[in-house]
Nanobody, 123 residues
Framework: QGQLVESGGGLVQAGGSLRLSCVASGRTFSSLSMGWFRQAPGKEREFVAAINWSGLKTYNTDVVKGRFTVSRDNAKNTVYLQMNSLKPDDTAVYYC????????????????WGQGTQVTVSS
């Protein structure tokens, strides 16, 4: 069964940057579409970005467009989320997820989930 482990979260000031990483094991990573989601305190988990197996197709939610970039390195079994110009509203637990088939914004598409990494943006 696939396992996903996120890292790279932390505390950063508004306007700063962080790069999240998600390492996959136990499956053929290069065949998975990957997504990033986040959950802020008291809110539902929401879609952030996704990338297809080859890395040629990416999707971002409008809230992070122009600030966040999703990418992957299949040789390292890793997907990244580069987050620039961070805002206090970006504070959340960030999760990576893997999909055996399909690519999209819905949580239902994804079969595997990481444990999450906390991102806190101070004003």
């Amino acid at each position: 069964q696939g396992q996903l482990v996120e890292s790279g979260g932390g505390l950063v000031q508004a306007g700063g940057s962080l790069r999240l990483s998600c390492v996959a094991s136990g499956r053929t990573f290069s065949s998975l579409s990957m997504g990033w989601f986040r959950q802020a305190p008291g809110k539902e988990r929401e879609f952030v970005a996704a990338i297809n197996w080859s890395g040629l197709k990416t999707y971002n939610t409008d809230v992070v467009k122009g600030r966040f970039t999703v990418s992957r390195d299949n040789a390292k079994n890793t997907v990244y989320l580069q987050m620039n110009s961070l805002k206090p509203d970006d504070t959340a637990v960030y999760y990576c997820a893997g999909a055996l088939t399909g690519l999209g914004r819905s949580e239902r598409v994804y079969n595997y989930w990481g444990q999450g990494t906390q991102v806190t943006v101070s004003s």
